[in-house]
């Protein structure tokens, strides 16, 4: 095989493109994946959107695949590679850092000064039927049982929510509670994992009614259906009493945002995921009470996503998707922008087994 087919922007401004390019040839100390599953998420769209002055800014040059939450099977590797073989199942790691920076040598690799081009977002990713890791010591991790189809959002949506509970849960006490406003990709990663690691009740948060039926499903104890002021009361109603010790907004609009200052106990801890573009509209001193801790953040570190991949090969962590094979991925990204979708959406390049 001499070409592939890949998901591409290749003008700015413009909707990403299925295409035909030459199979990757992994050069030395480099390894070539057989994609089996990427994940999609929002920021595909929006860097497609992107003006074009902004991504040029960021180091992005044009075209590339778009496509950061990738897992699949090792497939081939340059000189000076060791020590996997052919077939190996594998999680490509979704945020790029350097390794080298003050914040990567503290392991905060979210907040690493050169890891603003990385594997779909710069550089080629894995919305293709091959992907090539440039640096596999540092981005590929073996994933042992979990099966590589449906593995890649672990490395992004798991990773990013694994980032954000693990802020706030020093501050859920066992009669308290953490509320998760969105009940999307996310949303779900993050109901689980606040069961998991904290005590306290989880409350999820979102207008549609499947997300909500969802929400429960995967362990949250009460389900709410906006952030109006009417919901206040019913918030409060349904904790009979219990303080939100930790919000996650996974929106982060105006509306998201005050929301979880309203509702937000003292000595609890507010973390805004989402990219709505929100603003804090109380005064910060006086206007929260009392040490309320406030957290924005975007991606996640490496230890987020070698956690997410150990809770999933426990059986602790379910990871819900929907397939679509490569050719209907715009099809995906149409049901993501509508909430239609009722799981992480996951697109299989042609190459990969015939799924089950």
Known sequence: MS????????????????????????????????VAGCGLCHSDLTMAAMPGEIGEALGWQLPFTLGHETAGWVDAWGSGVEGYTEGEPVALVAPASCGQCRACRRGLESACANGVVGRGYGRDGGLAEFVIVEDPDRSLLRLGNLDPRFAGPLTDAGATSHHAVARVATRVRDDGAVLVIGAGGLGSFVIQLSKLVTGGKVVAVDPLPHRRDKALELGADFVVDGV????VSELGGV?????????????GSNETIAFATKVIAPAGSIVVVGAAGGSLRRPVLGGLPGDVELWSFQGSDLADVRAVLDHAA???????????????????????????????????????????
Request: glycine residues 8%; proline residues 8%.
């Open 228 to 231: 109006g002021t009417a919901t």
């Open 314 to 356: 426990a059986g602790e962590l379910k990871v819900e998707t929907t397939s679509y094979p490569l050719s209907g991925v715009m099809d995906a990204y149409e049901a993501m922008e509508n909430g239609t979708l009722e799981a992480r959406a996951v697109v299989h390049p042609a190459s990969t087994p015939k799924l089950d």
């Open 3 to 34: 070409t592939m087919s890949a998901l591409r922007i290749v003008e700015w401004g413009r909707a990403p493109e299925i295409v035909d390019v030459a199979v990757p040839q992994p050069a030395a100390g480099q390894v070539r994946v057989r």
């Open 239 to 251: 904790l009979g009493g219990l303080p939100v010790d930790a919000v996650v907004d996974l929106v």
